[in-house]
Nanobody
């Protein structure tokens, strides 16, 4: 079972860029047919899909966040990262990273999540 751990600053100022890293263990981010995603949950709201980076490095983003979101990876460290620019207090949320198997959209895994607060 793949294990994922989010890390990054818990407090970000408005207009800055939020940067989070997901460290993967017991699995490789280059394993064929697996995808690695970011989602978030604002306080009192449901889960929001942010984007994904696949095993081959291709990316796909939520249309509503696409202009502010980037996902990259470091295969040497078995990590992938989220960058969200021009943050506002509405970006305050618990952020989760995870993985799933592309062909069946199954075998979902996720980390414990990390709280990020946007405030001056």
């Amino acid at each position: 079972q793949v294990q994922l751990q989010e890390s990054g600053p818990g407090l970000v100022k408005p207009s800055q860029t939020l940067s989070l890293t997901c460290t993967v263990s017991s699995g490789s981010i280059t394993t064929t047919n697996y995808a690695w995603y970011w989602i978030r949950q604002p306080p009192g709201k449901g889960l929001e899909w942010m984007g994904v980076i696949a095993y081959d490095g291709s990316t796909h983003y939520s249309p509503s966040l696409k202009s502010r979101t980037a996902i990259s990876r470091d295969t040497s460290k078995n990590q992938f990262s989220l960058y969200l620019s021009s943050v506002t207090p509405e970006d305050t949320a618990v952020y989760y990273c995870g993985s799933f198997y592309l062909p069946s959209y199954g075998y979902w895994s996720w980390g414990q999540g990390t709280q990020v607060t946007v405030s001056s």
